[in-house]
């Protein structure tokens, strides 16, 4: 790297409020915190101010969240999208982990189901390249490693080990698969029922 590419940092965070859901609502809650118009900077209370590199407040839908997030997704980088957040703040909305193939187009969709689509969608325009898709899918809770593909009953804890000439691998991952679009939701569907 060039020193002045050196200087990027390759990580962007961005900050997403979520509506008050129904339950809420009832209860009289309110929104603490305040978004600047056409700034990526929210306050809480009254004069805590925090910038984000994107800040989207509770009316941005998804596909904004989409775009923006996942924006260079076939630029030729490895990507992570890392939903952190106190329970019930929407990493799985967000993130798309209730999808069923009923919401395939609807707004609601969130990201994984959307990056799946744009993948076959960029595939099937580039028509010069050959591609080799391959999905897993990982769980790590409580420091153990678990594999949410595998189809045995005890899934066995998995160790993570770094390759030399592969880097970071983890050893034992049965589920790996070359897929098509339409054996990508079945396994949309395994996730979502792992997930629950
Ligand atoms: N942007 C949003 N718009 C509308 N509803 C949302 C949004 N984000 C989250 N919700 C709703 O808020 C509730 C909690 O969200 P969610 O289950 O995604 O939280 P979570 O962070 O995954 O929680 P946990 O860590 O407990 O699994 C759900 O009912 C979800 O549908």
Excluded at 44 to 66: L, S
């Amino acid at each position: 790297l060039e020193d002045e590419d050196a200087k990027v940092i390759p990580v962007r965070v961005a900050l997403r409020s979520r509506p008050l859901v129904p339950k809420e609502i009832n209860e009289g809650c309110q929104c603490c915190l305040t978004f600047v118009p056409g700034e990526p900077q929210v306050i809480v209370g009254t004069e805590k101010a925090f910038t984000y590199d994107y800040v989207f407040d509770p009316t941005v839908e998804q596909e904004e969240v989409f775009k923006t997030a996942v924006s260079s997704l076939l630029s030729g980088y490895h990507a992570t999208v890392l939903a952190y957040g106190q329970t019930g703040s929407g990493k799985t909305y967000s993130m798309g982990g209730t999808y069923t193939a009923a919401q395939e187009g609807d707004p609601s969709v969130g990201v994984i189901p959307r990056v799946i689509r744009k993948i076959f969608e960029e595939k099937e325009n580039a028509t010069e390249c050959e591609f080799c898709l391959a999905v897993s899918y990982l769980e790590i809770y409580n420091e153990e490693i678990l594999d949410l593909l595998s189809t045995s009953k005890d899934k066995p804890a998995l160790s993570i080990r770094e390759d030399p000439k592969d880097g970071i691998k983890v050893s034992g991952v049965a589920s790996s698969f070359t897929i098509v679009r339409v054996l990508v939701w079945p396994y949309m569907k395994l996730f979502c029922r792992s997930w629950a």
